[in-house]
């Protein structure tokens, strides 16, 4: 994530001045529906609710709605996507909540950290 959004850039560099970086050479493979499912992410991302701690889940209501309305009709087909999407999801909201703590200082909690 860290890299993400300079990846044209650091391709750029590659293809121009024939210099690779680093980031490049350990970034993953993308997925065959890589592109749908950044796509989707982000459509559902800028759905999503804010509290007084940042960004919450992206909710299954939401999911259900995205897929309706894209033909994601087949019940299986739109569980996998439910479960990739809520995978994505607590994949960018654990990154939100370590860069947080990072910038204030304080310890990210986990869930299984709170006492019940």
């Excluded at 994505?88 to 709170?114: M, P, Q």
Aim: net charge negative; glycine share 8%.
């Amino acid at each position: 994530m860290t890299w993400g959004t300079r990846v044209e850039f650091l391709e750029k560099m590659r293809e121009d001045r024939g210099i690779v970086a680093p980031a490049l050479l350990s970034r993953p493979e993308r997925h065959v529906l890589g592109g749908e499912l950044y796509e989707a992410f982000n459509t559902l991302s800028s759905s999503r609710l804010y509290g007084a701690h940042g960004p919450q889940p992206v909710t299954i209501g939401d999911m259900v709605l995205y897929c309706l309305g894209t033909g994601i009709n087949d019940i299986d087909e739109r569980l996998e996507f439910i479960r990739t999407m809520q995978r994505l999801d607590a994949t960018y909201l654990a990154e939100v909540a370590k860069r947080n703590a990072t910038s204030t200082g304080s310890e990210v909690v986990k869930s299984t950290d709170v006492p019940r």
